[in-house]
């Protein structure tokens, strides 16, 4: 189990490494840089300022130079300084990341929940009217995109209903409480959540559905014993054994919502900065952002590897 | 003792009454009426408390529909019950309601089942899955359910079962497995038991001990059993009662003893027919024409007529019902009383010539120190720990124009040795001489030559054909891939090969799934011989296949054996089909070869205690036998092939074992009577008395 | 062989269906996904024949006559520029789709390649590929698009491109998987004892086999990618206006006031969207059905 | 499951009651639309709103437009007609951590901009001081003209009269506490924690900022014009527009932000209807917008090309529906009706004439114009979309690009610009314009030269009297009209919305000419408050 770990955390380190040359090629492949990000009409700069601020960024020397300095800094765990006020990214990062995290969070386990709970139950009544509604339902989840989701919660809940803010991430000047901070944060969240969930409440069913075929399924009601041990004890925990991939799959996917959920509901996280970063061409924390990324979903795959072994005990690594 | 006053159950209230298990007229179908599935088709019988009953049929017979469905266990829709009753201490449990037969379940009626691996919850621990049964029915605490847990344990033989409660299913060996089954069963004591082929996945072994297992418990809790089988001989040895089932109807049910004697119902003597008998071998087997039948079709005839040599116009116009021959037998067949008493093998059976054949010496393959290991890497670099030794120094030889049988139980390496000789499987050391000429690391030019001259037929009908080819494509791919012919002569040589194994010029066309498991195994054998090679492997041919088609297989590949002066290596564990089939023997044991030599000396004398044991095991289509013959029960199962035993891999399950045998493994000796074919045994004790 | 009449009484008198007759019969029987073909077709067919079909050009603009409700002269109505809505469906269904099958195809491509190497030869191949598979799953395929439009420009053909270089691990983990089960299975060791060479094994034993499971995600991902365009021409990165794809034209419909006073501008794209993402995913469960191998393997041991 | 599912009602039922805009009595909440605070006044043109309530300047700009207003300096004069000013700055005033304002800081803070060091884009505003030059190629350590008199009094002196420098330039200049920003290295100065904290003489005391989310800051009880009336404003951060219309309906912000187009038109309707807010329609943003051209691009370097382009757009009718009359038909360059000639061409809506021009200078229709823009809220993108079908109908196909500022900025640099659809902020005064027309101006210049016009612009500045300057500009109008260097569009005319709960706000804003977001502005903040 720990050699197993380990050995993925090793192919990781050529992974990352790759990633760093691409998210590197990427960030500075952009047209126009930081300096030239920042000219406005009504400030123009002379030709003298613009050369002198690349010299202050180090835009002036040759890529190489500019990558191996990049890297020397993740060695030293900082993540190199942002372009546009200077601050260390590793630590506008860390300021962020957790409310980034507090929504993809909350999205993905009310996600999983619900799509869970109402998979399985679609997958008992299977051919009966529950079961056609909820796949429809799923269905149309689905392809509902993320944006239009949250304009549309924004709309409903926020502007007609007045049950819930339309914006933020706690009520601004005021002390932050939890309560507070929850209210707003239902609607991004949900936003998230909704088509997950169908994605859930897909995999879920299928998952069900196979597992009622399965013979030990068989053996528990030769028992005798009453339906909703058969399917809670014998059943669901076999069908959730599936649903971890998904789980797994599902976050570098929240991720990218979450970029596009936090602009639309001005949630102060890392996507909103990544948006910001991509406008001001702050390379640093471009890559920043995609290196932690990236480094998160593969813990996460690690953590779904460990989840693995923990709800099916026949898997077990070496 | 602890165990008796835990297991001692009186029931006062049922003493001498009627049947415990009445069954009236059922009939289910499947699926939506119109096109339905008529599975089981106004089936009657009757079990007595402590009766044993064996339902016999093959797949698709309904045996197990018919169980299923009084357990309520067939899932409503697609299944519908049409008719009849099933009267248990006179409550009908097709009509109850599913909460109260819910009751009836594993308190009264328990269940074991096919696959021990898959019928156990994987994720569960076996103690959980023990004790449920009990804390539903008799509500009893965490420990006192544990300990009935518990002595249910050791009742069928599972070690330090405390510590095993823990464990979880993947973490026991099949007969383990089955073991926890029973006694997932038995805990709560019930009245009946049903057995749905329990041993089917097993190993001969194994399935002695299981089978062992369950007449004794049997007698010890005095509970009735229903055992479904499509083997014959297997219930032969300890039922009282025997139902042969066909195409969803009872079609004869009698005695043990008598059905055996005096069997009435021609598929009843066809399925006796094509079982090989250990006592009167060498005569050709008469194989059940046709195949399975098709259950689509609304039971209004007889449904066995197609395949039924006495078959007359009226068979297919009526359905006959049971009529009693005599007392406790009855048959349902409108001609019983013409076929009444005709001899169980018919005299058109043709003495098989092999006794006669002289074998000729010289051999066509040599295998000499064979060894297949396949690495097991683990750690963080992946670096090699230890290898599986599949086939550990395998030598033997295949003498032209003969059988070679290579027998064992699963795990043995028989098929690794198979492939290894094909080039299949690299061998990581020893020769594979062929015609003279080594192939062990052949590759291009050479590897081409071998396929030529070898083949080799698979042992799944289902998996061993491209399910996106058809017939045609199939047969003909050798000649594609080796480059033979033009395309005219190899259509046409396709033809012949289907003529050759007995299909049909219009299945060309059809794809792997419109055919039958018989078709695709003659699918699979023309392939084979496309190439007109020398030599033919045959990977369990035939173990994936019904009794009745079992024998058309056998039939087929001796008849090609004749016609075209082939030689075979006939992997298999059957050992009655074995015994039957092949002129020599090898016996494999955990990567090695125990014992060799000719069949009748093998099956005669045989001399190494595994073989014997393997033998013992061999279940006898003869109630009689069942009772005198004395059984070498083998403790425990085979043991991991990446950590063998020291010395004599057989020795920690051997009765024989001594000291030496843990230390050295022993030297092949040829223990021939006569100076005619050899008798090898790897055995420090061969040959004691 | 005197049994061999007898033999095929075995098989069902009818005449052979064949493999593609047995898939699609399973398929019509499901009766969701045989909808959902139609539907998709007919949305197909209208995108094709839009000039045919429309009254307007999808950018005619006028002025004078922009956000008209629904009515006879402009079925759906008109936008912000006075653009007839129907003639915009249809013409933004064009880009919309074209995105989904060009982009899936490209990943599809790459993707069969990559897995089936990696599968079927395995060892440090395989070791490699799969690093280079992880590596681009790690990155959240949104972002990264992000950033790459960022750089190529935003325009359809780079979206395609972008979209298609990025999706293709999943397909390409599937393939593997599916290659990696089908290696052992007995008719491709019969191949191989049979001696048919590496390449013809791929392409007449594994490929069609291990085809429909692709297939199936193929279908699914047209679905995802069409979403995917959305959320693109949400951040600006999609189609260029005035080009119409049913993303962008939900874009523009991204005022409340819009929302709430104007729907004939959001439900037609909003609805294209669901439908065509609807009825594709029908598709696709249909055709899981229909080509499932466990139809045709039957149960084998 | 169904347990979690329970605990969840009474907590969301408790998150609703907690209910909305708690009236707190004097908070002001005031959307804003900028995220670059961190940077500070130094290097950004956004986030200059906070120097009208924390950070100051010697004069602020008065909200009628008209006049600056004495804020830090009390007074000013110019002997010598505009080339030296002296300021007696205002006594007791305090910085906010208690440290008392004195002349130090004026020169310090006038140095800082002028630094080289520092690098702000603001330094050009000090060009006219003597010894820019000199300071900025490094051969002076500081600014020459600027020095203290007393510690209350200081001389400003230019290089040229200048008699408009306090009015046009000064009011962009903020002044920071010495005794804070003194101690830092000046290449450190952006980005430093000052700015997130900053420190000012301002009516209100920085107190709290919050990346993404908010500003907040606190009423100064001491300020020199008398204490606000608000206990607090708190200026809540928003990156789109959509969630800020949505704010102000459901009273979660109080004003509009006012950088990047104000209420979006297409949203005016909807809040016209809510009775507590007040909606100004038309709020001049003195914001020409027009097509700009590469003269360098020999396509466009002929007049009857770029003139075409004028005739083929009906004009009116994008402002009328499109922009829904947001935006005023020009001619030429100056917003300022003073600047402006009479007798301009009006370009009306033209095809025919269009198509004829085209054909005079030989215009190849085939060839696709690479046309770029970067205002992504839908009135601009529409507007783009009807100028791209009304210049197709007359043969020329432009192929539109929304690109960001980093991206226009290289297609500037490379060269490669050949057309686009932009505006540019001048509202304060004429002069301001002439970074887009004049000879060699960078990056927006694009090849036009017209020496007379460059003697206008510099004739313009030698003035204070309106006449004379009038008169200069209104003959650079005519030239601009007759040679549209850029082809002149409209003034950009912006919606702004106010929460009536504010009493002061709405009504200043009122009397405010033209929405500023580049400049502090002076609007008596102080006396504003919250309707009882």
């Known amino acids: 189990m720990l050699s197993y770990l380990l050995r993925k955390l090793l192919l990781g380190v050529p992974v990352l490494f790759g990633v760093t040359i691409i998210v590197f090629a990427i960030a500075h492949a952009m047209p126009g840089d930081a300096v030239l990000a920042m000219i406005t009409a009504e400030a123009p700069s002379s030709e003298e300022l613009i050369a002198m601020r690349r010299g202050e960024l180090g835009l002036d020397q040759p890529l190489y130079i500019q990558y191996l300095n990049w890297i020397g800094e993740i060695l030293h765990g900082n993540l190199g300084r942002s372009f546009v006020n200077g601050r260390g990214v590793a630590a506008i990062i860390g300021e962020r990341l957790p409310m980034t995290l507090e929504l993809m969070g909350v999205a993905l386990l009310a996600a999983f929940v619900i799509g869970t709970t109402l998979g399985v139950i679609s997958a008992l009544r299977q051919y009966r009217l529950t079961d056609y509604s909820l796949t429809l339902g799923g269905f149309v989840g689905v392809s509902i995109p993320d944006f239009f989701m949250g304009l549309l919660l924004v709309y409903v809940f926020a502007l007609e209903l007045r049950w819930l803010p339309s914006s933020g991430i706690s009520t601004a000047g005021d002390s932050f409480s939890i309560a507070d901070n929850l209210r707003h944060l239902i609607l991004p969240a949900a936003a998230l959540a909704l088509f997950r969930a169908a994605i859930f409440m897909r995999y879920a069913r299928a998952g069900m559905l196979e597992v009622l075929n399965q013979s030990y399924m068989r053996t528990a009601k030769a028992k005798g014993l009453r339906p909703s041990i058969i399917v809670l004890r014998h059943g669901l925990r076999n069908a959730l054994i599936p649903l971890v991939t998904v789980f797994g799959l599902a976050l570098p996917t929240l991720f990218g919502g979450s970029v596009v959920i936090e602009t639309i509901f001005q949630w102060p996280g890392i996507g909103l900065m990544f948006i910001d970063a991509v406008v001001n061409r702050d390379s640093p924390v471009i890559m920043g952002y995609v290196l932690i990324t990236a480094i998160i979903v593969m813990l996460a795959n690690l953590a779904t590897d460990l989840a693995y072994s923990v709800l099916d005990p026949r898997v077990s690594y070496d | 003792m602890r165990r008796t006053d835990t297991l001692t159950r009186d029931r006062p209230e049922m003493v001498g009454q009627g049947p415990l298990l009445s069954v009236q007229g059922l009939s289910v179908e499947f699926g939506p009426s119109g096109n339905s599935v008529y599975a089981v088709n106004d089936v009657s019988f009757d079990l007595a408390e402590g009766e044993s009953l064996a339902i016999v049929g093959e797949s698709g017979s309904g045996k197990s529909v018919t169980v299923q469905t009084l357990m309520g266990l067939i899932r409503k829709p697609p299944g519908r019950v049409t008719s009849g009753r099933a009267l248990f201490r006179g409550r009908d449990l097709l009509t109850i309601p599913d909460s109260e037969l819910r009751h009836i379940r594993g308190r009264d009626i328990a269940m074991i089942f096919q696959d021990p691996m898959s019928s156990l919850n994987p994720v569960l621990t076996i103690g959980l899955q023990l004790t449920e049964a009990l804390r539903e029915h008799q509500g009893l605490s965490e420990k006192q359910a544990e300990r009935q847990a518990l002595d249910m344990l050791d009742l069928v033989g599972i070690a330090n079962a405390a510590q095993r409660m823990q464990a979880f299913p993947h973490q026991f060996s099949g007969g383990q497995l089955q073991r926890i089954g029973i006694a997932m069963a038995l805990v709560c004591k019930p009245s009946i038991l049903i057995a749905d082929e329990p041993t089917t996945a097993l190993d001969v072994t194994i399935q002695a001990q299981i089978v062992e297992l369950v007449a004794r418990l049997q007698k010890e809790l005095g509970m009735a059993i229903i055992w479904i089988s499509h083997d014959l001989s297997l219930v032969a040895g300890f039922v009282e009662r025997v139902a042969v089932m066909y195409a969803g109807s009872l079609v004869e049910t009698a005695p043990v003893e008598r059905l055996f004697a005096a069997p009435t119902h021609p598929y009843t003597i066809g399925l006796l027919n094509s079982i090989p008998s250990l006592t009167a071998a060498n005569t050709r087997l008469v194989p059940i024409k046709g195949a399975p039948p098709n259950v689509m079709l609304p039971p209004t005839f007889c449904a066995f007529a197609p395949r039924c040599d006495h078959a007359v116009s009226r068979c297919r116009e009526a359905k006959p019902v049971l009529e009693p021959v005599v007392s406790g037998h009855a048959a349902a067949c409108w001609r019983w009383r013409e076929l009444h008493g005709v001899s169980r093998v018919p005299a058109a059976a043709v003495a098989t010539d092999r006794a006669s054949k002289a074998a000729p010496n010289e051999p066509l393959l040599t295998v000499f120190g064979l060894k297949v290991h396949f690495p097991i890497r683990r750690g963080v670099l992946r670096r090699q720990v230890g290898a599986v030794r599949a086939v550990d120094g395998v030598s033997f030889e295949v003498l032209r124009g003969e059988t070679l049988a290579l027998v064992g139980e699963s795990g043995c390496g028989k098929s690794t040795t198979g492939r290894a000789v094909l080039g299949l499987e690299r061998p990581s050391e020893g020769e594979i001489r062929f015609e003279g000429k080594d192939y062990a690391d052949a590759s291009g030019e050479r590897a081409k030559e071998r396929r030529r001259d070898m083949q080799m037929v698979f042992q799944n009908p289902f998996g061993s054909l491209n399910p996106r080819m058809t017939v045609g494509r199939i047969i003909g791919e050798g000649l594609r891939a080796q480059k033979i012919g033009t395309r005219a002569s190899r259509e046409a040589r396709v033809s012949e090969l289907l003529a050759l194994v007995g299909l049909r010029e219009p299945l060309r066309d059809r794809y792997p799934f419109e055919l039958s498991g018989g078709q695709r195994q003659r699918v699979g054998i023309a392939r084979a011989l496309a190439g007109s090679p020398k030599f033919i492997i045959a990977d369990e041919p035939i173990s994936a296949l019904d009794v009745s088609i079992q024998a058309q297989i056998v039939n087929l590949l001796d008849d090609l054996k004749a016609r075209l002066g082939l030689t075979y290596l006939f992997i298999g564990h059957d050992l009655s089909m074995i015994r039957y089939l092949s002129d020599r023997v090898a016996v494999m044991y955990l990567g090695r070869i125990v014992e060799t030599g000719t069949t009748a000396s093998v099956f005669g004398t045989p001399m190494h205690p595994y073989t014997r044991a393997l033998l013992s095991a061999i279940p006898v289509p003869d109630p009689k036998a069942g009772g005198t013959r004395r059984r070498i029960v083998l403790g425990g199962g085979v043991p991991d092939p990446s950590k063998p035993p020291s010395g004599c891999h057989f020795h920690p399950r051997c009765p024989k074992a001594t000291e030496i045998c843990a230390r050295v493994a022993p030297e092949p000796r040829d223990f021939s009577s006569s100076n005619a074919a050899q008798h090898i045994v790897t055995c420090h004790h061969a040959g004691e008395a | ?301 | 499951m169904r347990r979690l599912l329970m605990s969840l009602v009474p907590a969301l039922a408790m998150m609703f009651a907690a209910g909305f805009a708690k009236a707190d009595g004097g908070t002001f909440r005031s959307a804003m639309r900028t995220g670059c605070i961190e940077m500070g006044t130094l290097h950004t043109t956004c986030g200059h709103r906070l120097d009208e309530t924390v950070l100051q300047g010697l004069v602020h700009i008065k909200w009628t437009g008209d006049d600056v207003q004495p804020m830090l300096a009390e007074s000013w004069k110019t002997p010598d007609g505009g080339k030296t000013y002296i300021f007696n700055l205002r006594h007791g005033v305090k910085w906010h951590d208690g440290t008392p304002f004195t002349a130090k800081d004026v020169v310090f803070s006038l140095n800082l901009y002028a630094n080289p060091k520092v690098g702000s884009p603001w330094s050009q505003k000090l060009g006219a001081v003597a010894g820019y030059k000199a300071f900025q190629d490094g051969s002076a350590s500081s600014l020459a003209g600027v020095k203290t008199l007393d510690d209350m009094t200081v001389q400003v002196e230019l290089d040229s009269a200048k008699p408009l420098w306090v009015q046009l330039q000064l009011i962009a200049i903020s002044i920071f506490p010495e005794h804070i920003l003194g101690k830092v290295a000046p290449q450190d100065i952006k980005g430093n924690a000052f700015w997130v904290n900053r420190v000012g003489t301002g009516p209100f005391i920085w107190k709290k900022y919050e990346s993404d989310q908010y500003v907040e800051v606190d009423r100064n009880p001491d300020y020199f014009l008398g204490a606000p009336k608000l206990d607090r404003i708190i200026y809540q951060i928003y990156k789109d527009v959509p969630p800020i219309i949505a704010a102000l309906e459901t009273k979660e912000v109080d004003a509009m932000s006012y950088e990047g187009g104000g209420v979006p038109i297409s949203e005016l309707a909807r809040l016209q209807k809510l009775d507590y807010l007040t909606v100004l329609p038309k709020f001049s943003a003195g914001l020409p917008t027009y097509l700009q051209f590469n003269l360098a691009d020999k396509r466009f370097a002929d007049v009857r090309v770029r003139q075409a382009m004028l005739y083929a757009i009906d004009r009116k009718a994008i402002i009328d529906t499109v922009k829904q009359g947001a935006g005023e038909l020009s001619n030429t360059l100056f917003p300022q009706d003073w600047a402006r000639a009479k007798d301009l061409e009006p370009y009306d809506y033209n095809p025919d004439k269009a198509k004829q021009l085209l054909a005079e200078a030989g215009w190849d229709g085939g060839q696709p114009v690479d046309f770029i823009y970067y205002y992504s809220d839908q009135m601009n993108v529409d507007t783009v979309t009807a100028i791209q079908s009304y210049l197709a109908a007359v043969g020329v196909n432009i192929q539109p690009r929304l690109l960001d500022p980093a991206a226009i900025n290289q297609v500037y640099a490379d060269g490669t610009f050949q057309m686009g659809f932009f505006a540019n902020g001048m509202g304060l005064d004429p002069s301001l314009g002439s970074p887009l027309v004049v000879c060699g101006a960078k990056p927006l210049g694009f090849g036009y030269c017209n020496q007379k016009l460059d003697e206008l612009f510099n004739k313009g500045l030698e003035s204070a009297d309106r006449e004379v300057r009038a008169e200069a500009y209104q003959e650079a109008s005519r030239i601009l009209n007759k040679e549209l260097p850029k082809a002149w569009l409209w003034n950009e005319v912006r919606p702004l919305a106010f929460n009536n709960r504010i009493v002061g706000l709405a009504q200043h804003f009122k009397e405010q000419p033209l929405v500023i977001f580049n400049h502090a502005v002076y609007n008596e903040v102080e006396k504003w408050e919250v309707a009882k």
């Open chain 3, 1 to 301: 062989m005197t049994d061999a009449t007898a033999i095929d009484a075995g098989i069902a008198a009818g005449a052979s269906r064949g493999l593609w007759g047995e898939a699609a019969r399973r398929f019509l029987h499901h009766r969701l996904a045989t909808i959902g073909l139609v539907v998709l077709a007919i949305i197909v067919l209208a995108c094709i024949f839009a000039p045919l079909i429309a009254h307007y050009g999808p950018n005619d603009i006028d002025l004078r006559g922009r956000n008209q409700p629904p009515g006879g002269v402009h079925w759906l109505g008109t936008d912000g520029t006075g653009r007839d809505i129907f003639a915009r469906i249809l013409y933004g269904g064009r880009i919309s789709l074209t995105v989904g099958f060009v982009a899936v195809s490209i990943s599809a491509a790459i993707g069969i390649f990559i897995g089936a190497v990696a599968g079927y030869f395995g060892g440090k191949v395989d070791l490699f590929l799969m690093g280079l598979i992880d590596m681009v799953l790690t990155f959240p395929r949104l972002v990264i698009i992000i950033a790459f439009v960022a750089v190529v420009g935003p325009s359809i053909l780079n979206t395609m491109l972008v979209i298609g270089l990025l999706s293709w691990p999943s397909i390409a983990r599937l393939t593997r998987g599916e290659i990696l089960s089908l290696r052992n299975q007995e008719f491709i060791l019969a191949a191989r004892s049979l001696g048919t060479s590496p390449s013809v094994i791929i392409l007449e034993h594994i490929l069609p086999n291990v085809l429909s499971p692709i297939l199936v995600a193929i279908t699914l991902d047209v679905a995802t990618v069409i979403l995917l365009e959305a959320s693109l021409s949400f951040l600006g990165l999609g189609a260029q206006a005035p080009a119409a794809s049913w993303g962008n034209m939900l874009r523009d419909a991204r005022t409340l006031s819009i929302l709430e006073s104007q729907p004939w501008m959001w439900i037609p794209p909003g609805a294209m969207i669901a439908v065509a993402v609807l009825s594709i995913n029908f598709v696709g469960d249909g055709l899981r059905d229909a080509l499932d191998p466990q139809h045709i393997m039957g149960q084998g041991k």
